[in-house]
């Protein structure tokens, strides 16, 4: 077991220094830069003189080549350091550290309340496999599981925020309200609540489609064998035989699925975000790919990909924790 | 004459009855496909999109299919396919690209087939441009009506039109980019698996790797780098970071196939690794590989209106995102969400379906239990 993780950490590591270098590599070789783009553009008065924006490039590593400053960055990473935002002035650690907060409130939640609804649905539609309330599930979940999550957030947004305006019903985007510096601390909560509503929705329907499928469907292959006959013949009630002789058994794929899903809980909503104005990971990336701020894109895909990787590692472990059979060599 | 007959030519006949009712695999891959409606209704309804997209310009366009103009036949409608078909004598004579009144002023002979409905994609067709017609409305005033079925944009745009030209863009994409990530997947996977030993190994560590990679920051942030991002080089990274499901899927229908009787026959016989892998083995394992493939083009076509959803794609063509991203801009304008969300939800779910029909038809385990 151990010497497996090691390779795959290993395997890990590599894999993080290809991601960052090949970014790295195309981000400096592609022409213009982020003082030519943004600054040029944001201060159209002050025209930049070419000694000026030769001392930024300086200042900023922009002079090097690739490989050079892609070095120099692994140096600082080493050190704990991922550089300054080209954008903000302020260290990359310290924005990801202020926007990770928004992001793990949305996934966290989503994540608790996918699992606790997607068990108790994927067993009731195993228990009534085949009658009209399942068939009408199952396909209702079909629907939201191609559901673009992107059209969903604009529906959703359309009828929530602009129809619903001037009523008590109305979901506003973004985290907080105007006036929320102003609240009392319960008042506070629920006003992030009420915002926290429809990016959770759109954040969660599809994993919960997801999930409950696909409890189902390794139900059904389980409630096919003979143990689960026998079990039923001993007159042991439906409940119990769904719970703990079908359900137990289940759970291998299941976890693997739940590691699997771990690293969307930082990644998984630069899109939606961006839709809700939600202040957190994925509005930050999003600002960074749009302002093209070097050294926050960098951090921010390191951290992304360490995510992802790190996700793909618990699965393993998980893995060989609930199957007894399985074992790393 | 004996009862009995020789019982080589009657195993011989027997084989000879038998040979025509065998189906291929494929043969046998679609029938069990077939056996299941909604994934067929899918199918139909993909045929369609293709068909829609491949003659968008005859459905909705301001140029006419044929025109018949000072003595010659045209066909201005190819221009929508690429600028350049426009025949340039539509230039010299300062057509400005309408048609209608500036065929019957310049040539009173000419006459011309139209499209089914008379809306331009590109730009806001203008007053009078076809006769008795106003100008598309702007705006708040551009709400589905008998001339803009879906609707038009702020500036005056025809949604329909560009729905019907967008299936074009989501067909191109969807075939492009797995078209890439198949070319990828299935010839490392077939090495893979066909090789085995180190070259396997050291494919598969690359596969991976990329599938470590999160492939939506990767194409957000390379989108993002590149100057001026067109609709190819999002295809090429879908393809580049998607092909991983197929690769693993081809490895495992090598490994499984290349041990089989038929292939050491061909072995045997001395046929070489091109001849083994392409005429005898890669037929028989592309069925099983089709499933990542229908699931990839839909997610294909999901990311790339996400990215024209988001506005930092590509710009420009018309485009099933590129609306949806309007009418964020415009949320009261509920026709430029509706109506493009509804294209893109419903085409990768017809993918889905697709892709679950031909899982449940290669599956050999559903196979067994069916029988």
Redesign the interface.
Known sequence: MTAYLLRRAL??V??LF??TAL?FA??RN???TPLTLSLGEADLGKKQSPEDLALLNKAYGLDKTWYEAYGDWLLGLARGDMGDSLRYRTPVSGLIRRHIGPTLLLSVSSFVITYVLSIPLGLYMTRNGGRLSERTLSVLF??L????V??AA??L??YF??RLQGTIWQLPPGMVSDNHAEMSPIGKILDIGKHLILPLLCYSYGVLAFDTRFIKSNMEEVIRQDYIRTARAKGLDDGTILWKHAFRNTLIPFVTLIGLTL?GLI?GA??LE??FNWPGIGSL??EA??F?DYTL?MG??LM??A???LG?LLADILYALVDPRITYK | MTAVSDPNTNQAQAEATQTPQRRSYWGEVWLRYRRRPIAMMALAYVVLLALVGLFSPMIAGTKPIVAYYKGSYYFPFMSYYYDRWENPIFFRDKFRGEFPQNLKKKDPQSWAIWPLVFQDPNRRVRKEEWPGRDANPIGENGAPSRINLFGTTPNGLDVFAQLVHGCRLALLVGFVSMGIASAVGITFGALAGYFGGWVDILLSRLIELVMCLPSIVLILAVVSVIERPTVWHVMVIIGLTGWTGIARLTRGEFMKLRSLDYVSAARALGAGHTRIIFRHILPNSLAPVLVPITFGIASAILTENALRFLGIGPVGGASWGSLLNEGQRNLELWWLILFPGAAIFFTVMAYNLIGEGLQAATDPRLREGAK
């Open positions: 395997i890990g590599v894999t290809v991601i970014l195309l981000i592609i022409p213009g079909y629907m599981y191609s559901l673009p992107y059209v604009i529906w947004l359309y925020y602009l690293p990644s630069v899109i961006q839709i990336f999003f790919v749009s093209r894109i921010l895909a992304f990909s995510a992802t990787l793909n």
